[in-house]
C-alpha cells in the first residue's frame, strides 16, 4: 500500500514536470498485474539466434583483425561508435522515447541518421518498445523483464517470441507524437535500406576509398565489430544496470546506478535515477558525472539545434530521496518490492 502510494505521488510529480512541454507514456504504472496461472511457452526464433551467433562470430574475427587496421581506420571506428551510440542515446531514447528535450530537424535527421547505423530496431519500434519497459518495468509487459534473468533481459528477448503481454500493453500506449514525427516515419518506411547502407556500406567503404584499408579489415573492425559493441553496451543498460549497482533515489525498484555501464553506453548507465525522473534530459542528477550524450545534447543547445531540456530540481530529487531512497544501498543490502 506504501508503495502505491509512492508511485503514484510520483506519477503526479512527473505528470506536472511533463505537462508544460509534451506528455509521455513513459511512467510506471503500478496498476498493473501479471495474469495468474501458467505462463506461456517460450518459442525461440532460430534465424535470430543464428544471425546473433554469426554476428557474435564475425565480431571475434574484427576483434582479431585490430591489429592489422590502419590508425586512421581505428579512428574512424571510434567515430562510428560515437555516431551510432549517439543516435541511440540521444537520439531514439532521450529524444523519441521521453522527449526530454526538443531538437530541430537537422539534429533529428543526424539522430535517425546514427540511429539507422546502430540498427537496433527502427526508432518507432525502439520508442515503443522502451515506453513499453518503463511503464510496465519488470513484469511480463516489460519486454526484456530483468526478473527473467542476466541472459534473458541482455539478449535472450530478441530471440523469442514476445509475452503476449507486451504487445497487448504496448498497442494500448499513446504514440501519436512518433506517429507525427515525419524524420521517425520516414526512417521507418526507408528502415532496411538505411541499414544496409549506414550500419554496414558507410562504415566499410570510407576507410577502403579513402585511405586504402582492406576491405575485409573496413567490415570486420569498424563495421561488424563496432555494431556488436554498441549493440552490447546498448543491452548492458537493459541487464547489468538492472541488477547491479546502488539505488540512491528509489530503493523499491530494481534499475541501478552502474559506473562502468554509464562509461561504455556514454552516459546512459545512471539507471536507477533515469527509472526514476524518466523525463529528465541528463538521465543523471547535476555534478561530474561521466555522461558523454548530456554533454552532447548541451552543445546541440548552444548551437541552437536543441533547446526545452527537462531537469528534475534538486529539491526534487532530494525529496525523492527522502521518501524512497537510500544512499548506497545495494542488491545485497535491500530487496526490491517489485
Ligand atoms: C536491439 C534493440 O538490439 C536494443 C534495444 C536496447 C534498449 C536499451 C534500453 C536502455 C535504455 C537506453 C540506453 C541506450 C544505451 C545505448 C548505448 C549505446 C552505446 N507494443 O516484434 P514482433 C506488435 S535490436 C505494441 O515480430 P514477435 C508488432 O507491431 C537488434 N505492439 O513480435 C507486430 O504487429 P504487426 C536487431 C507490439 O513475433 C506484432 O506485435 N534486431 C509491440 O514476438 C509482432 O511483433 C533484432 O535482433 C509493442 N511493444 O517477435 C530483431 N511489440 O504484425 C529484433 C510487438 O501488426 N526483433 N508488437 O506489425 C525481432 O526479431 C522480433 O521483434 C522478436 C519478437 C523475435 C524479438
Ligand atoms: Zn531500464
Ligand atoms: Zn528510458
Known sequence: MTETRIHRADKQQNGDAMAETSTVDDVFDDTYREKEGKKPPKILVWRNIILMGFLHVGALYGLALIPSA???????????????ALGVT?????????????????????????NSMAFQNDIYEWARDHRVHHKYSETDADPHNAKRGFFFSHIGWLLVRKHPDVIEKGQKLELGDLKADRVVMFQRRHYKLSVVLLCFLVPMLVPWYFWGESLGVAYFVPGLLRYTVVLNASWLVNSAAHMWGNRPYDKTIN????????????????????????FDYATSEFGCKVNITTAFINLMC??????????????MIAARIQRTGRSGATNSQSEPTR
Open 255 to 278: 534499475p541501478r546506478e552502474n559506473p562502468f555501464v554509464a562509461i561504455s553506453a556514454i552516459g546512459e548507465g545512471f539507471h536507477n535515477y533515469h527509472h526514476t525522473f524518466p
Open 302 to 315: 548552444f548551437l541552437g539545434l536543441a533547446r526545452d531540456r527537462k531537469r528534475v530540481s534538486r529539491d
Open 90 to 114: 540521444a537520439g531514439a531514447h532521450r529524444l523519441w522515447s521521453h522527449r526530454s528535450y526538443k531538437a530541430s530537424v537537422p539534429l533529428r535527421v543526424f539522430l535517425a541518421l546514427g
Open 70 to 84: 590502419s590508425w586512421l581506420t581505428l579512428g574512424w571506428t571510434a567515430v562510428c561508435y560515437m555516431i551510432s
